[in-house]
């Protein structure tokens, strides 16, 4: 029987910490295409107190999350558990994308490891809800570890490449909601 919890207590953050990937999920407020992303880098997850949460958000050819928060803040992360103790944990909250140019940025930053070069943005979020569940269905999944294609085509971009690239590809949602302002 699944759980709700007041806060992100220590062993929730335990939990959290010793998953290889997440998802997060998002969706505009009326029709349009509902957004999950799946999410594995380590150490791109972090927790900023009991009911507070942000994660790095890397490039990508889609600027989905982005364009939902910026028109409803809505979000979702679920982090299930692939090895011997089955279990799912889900928070819902309310997000909000602080750019680089940001007076907020630097403070955040400080929050992950250095010298990621695909990084966009980072996604902050006031969690309301925090809720668990068993697990029984997901299957057992060994890590083998991280695929570093997305840090590496970072790497071997300028930042003018970069911005071109999100100045095609990230200004709109693919149902035409706005995203990021290039």
Same mark, same amino acid.
């Given at each position: 029987?699944?759980?709700?919890?007041?806060?992100?207590?220590?062993?929730? !953050?335990?939990?959290?910490?010793?998953?290889?990937?997440?998802?997060?999920?998002?969706?505009?407020?009326?029709?349009?295409? $509902?957004? $999950?992303?799946?999410?594995?880098?380590?150490?791109?997850?972090?927790?900023?107190?009991?009911?507070?949460?942000?994660?790095?958000?890397?490039? @990508?050819? @889609?600027?989905?999350?982005?364009?939902? =928060?910026?028109?409803?803040?809505?979000?979702? &992360?679920?982090?299930?558990? &692939?090895?011997?103790?089955? !279990?799912? =944990?889900?928070?819902?909250?309310?997000?909000?994308?602080?750019?680089?140019?940001?007076?907020?940025?630097?403070? /955040?930053?400080?929050?992950?490891?250095?010298?990621?070069?695909?990084?966009?943005?980072?996604?902050?979020?006031?969690?309301?809800?925090?809720?668990?569940?068993?697990?029984? @269905?997901?299957?057992?999944?060994?890590?083998? @570890?991280?695929?570093?294609? /997305? !840090?590496?085509?970072?790497?071997?971009?300028?930042?003018?490449?970069?911005?071109?690239?999100?100045?095609?590809?990230?200004? $709109?949602?693919?149902?035409?909601?706005?995203?990021?302002? $290039?």
């Amino acid at each position: 029987m699944g759980k709700t919890y007041e806060r992100i207590d220590a062993n929730l !953050k335990t939990f959290i910490e010793q998953q290889a990937m997440y998802f997060v999920a998002t969706a505009p407020s009326a029709g349009g295409h $509902v957004n $999950v992303s799946p999410k594995g880098y380590a150490e791109t997850f972090a927790i900023i107190d009991e009911r507070t949460v942000a994660y790095l958000d890397m490039n @990508g050819s @889609g600027a989905e999350t982005i364009a939902h =928060l910026r028109e409803n803040g809505r979000i979702t &992360f679920m982090f299930c558990s &692939f090895e011997r103790t089955p !279990k799912i =944990l889900r928070l819902y909250g309310s997000g909000r994308t602080v750019l680089p140019h940001e007076p907020e940025w630097n403070g /955040l930053a400080g929050l992950f490891p250095e010298g990621n070069p695909s990084i966009r943005a980072i996604i902050v979020a006031q969690i309301d809800r925090i809720a668990d569940s068993c697990g029984y @269905g997901v299957p057992f999944m060994e890590v083998i @570890g991280p695929r570093d294609m /997305l !840090k590496d085509w970072g790497a071997r971009k300028s930042p003018e490449t970069l911005a071109k690239y999100r100045s095609e590809k990230n200004r $709109v949602s693919i149902d035409g909601l706005p995203a990021i302002d $290039v």
